[in-house]
């Protein structure tokens, strides 16, 4: 039998770009100690008083169909939080909360795209933009930025490609996986081109409440641009609930009723003791928020201070999110040839660049997931690796 070519053609045909993560996994599946750098999942898991409100709604009978939508509270809470955050008027009809960022990402991306449409997204980007876009059965089309402007998009050079033809744009900040966080005029000069050459503007924001330098400026704020802009958000970054699968939509009213009826005939919402405990969440404010990212911000300090005391390992500024983004070109390796070293010597599994494009070729993500003494070995290994490769590419 015969499957759809939309289908079998979600990964391009060659790999996910999961390949180290996978092989990690099963060293760790035969019993061997690795250190894992490679995914954002916290060290820390969901905040017991979320739990306890999670149980509570589910004890008190809300394990029934929710609605499509999202319950009413929880779509409230996230648009008094986005008013609040952006000074942008944003009322329940305004949002729609999906299962997670990833499904909010796809949404969109139907919302906005038809059949053979351009897409354009920043290289490097999260692993699953391009699949994604390819499952709406549009064409994935990359911007290349460079690790000497701190992989910060040019508006020229997307709007070369936009005058091309396209019907999207789709970025990330904080980034993931660099760790840049977008400033006002980088955002300026992508409204700019959004504008001039009528694109949608798909800005996923997961990573809000981790930002290390700078401000977290939603595109959203920008003259213009609310109309033309749809933000990705979710709880899993921001309040560690990864397993719960909670994230939302924001963007004009028009685009949400017709989004409603695709989660109708999707997904058919989330489960309401999940809303509920997210509604609790967000009660809590930054103060938690806060709490959850420290340790991110804390291990950012760590990995500057190994990384000051020598030469052949550079550092993309990170200015935001729970990775670093780390230049291993002095090997002589690829990122990915480099990754499966360092985990075939040294049990410590990272993500090669490529896994998020060629911009990144070189470069290997580092996760900061796990507790700081084993993150300051792990880091201390990698170094003393690379400068071993490094002395024997030279010698």
């Known amino acids: 039998m015969k499957l759809s070519q939309r289908i079998t053609n979600i990964t391009g045909g060659g790999s996910d770009g999961w390949d180290v993560f996978y ?3 099963r060293m760790i599946a035969e019993g061997v100690d690795v250190t894992e750098l490679t995914i954002g999942e916290h060290d820390i898991r969901t905040d017991p008083v979320i739990l306890g409100a999670m149980d509570q709604s589910a004890r008190g009978g809300h394990t029934g169909y929710a609605m499509v939508p999202g319950t009413q509270a929880m779509r409230q809470a996230v648009a008094a939080r986005l008013t609040e955050r952006t000074g942008v008027p944003t009322t ?18 139907v919302a906005t795209c038809s059949p053979g449409d ?6 490097p980007y999260y692993a699953t933009y391009p699949g994604t876009i390819r499952s709406v059965g549009a064409e994935p089309v990359p911007i290349r930025t460079h690790a000497s402007n ?3 998009p040019r508006a020229d050079e997307i709007a070369e490609e936009a005058a091309k033809g396209a019907a999207t744009l789709l970025i990330n900040t904080p980034n993931n996986p660099t ?12 409204a700019q081109v959004c504008k001039d050459h009528d694109l949608w503007l798909i800005s996923d924001e997961v990573y809000d409440t981790q930002v290390w330098e700078g401000e977290h400026i939603s595109p959203r704020t920008l003259p213009d641009m609310a109309e033309r802009t749809l933000v990705v958000g979710s709880m899993s970054k921001s309040h560690a609930m990864t397993g719960s699968r909670i994230g939302w939509i924001a963007g004009p009213k028009e685009v949400i009723t017709h989004l409603i009826n695709l989660a109708t005939h999707t997904t058919y919402g989330v489960p309401g003791f999940i809303q509920d405990a ?5 009660a809590q404010g930054e103060g938690l928020e806060g709490e959850i990212a420290a340790p991110f911000q804390r291990r950012r300090e760590i990995a500057k201070d190994i990384l000051a005391n020598q030469n052949t390992v ?10 670093i983004m780390l230049d291993v070109r002095a090997t002589g390796l690829s990122g990915e040839a480099f ?11 990272t993500m090669p660049g490529e896994s998020f494009g060629q911009s990144a070729h070189g470069h290997i993500r580092v996760a900061m997931t796990v507790a700081d003494d084993r993150f300051r070995e792990a880091l201390q290994t990698l170094v003393e690796h690379a400068e071993n490769l490094a002395k024997q590419t030279t010698s």
């Open 23 to 25: 092989k990690a996994r």
């Open 92 to 109: 329940y009809e305004n949002i729609l909360i999906t299962p997670g960022g990833q499904s909010a990402l796809f949404a969109a991306h």
């Open 118 to 123: 351009r897409a354009l997204y920043i290289d």
């Open 150 to 152: 701190a992989f910060k």
């Open 179 to 190: 760790g840049t966080v977008y400033g006002r005029d980088t955002l300026n000069g992508i």
């Open 278 to 282: 997210a509604v609790f969440a967000l």
């Open 314 to 323: 550079g550092l993309i500024p990170a200015q935001g999110a729970m990775y």
């Open 339 to 349: 990754a499966n070293s360092l985990l075939d010597s040294h049990h410590i599994a």
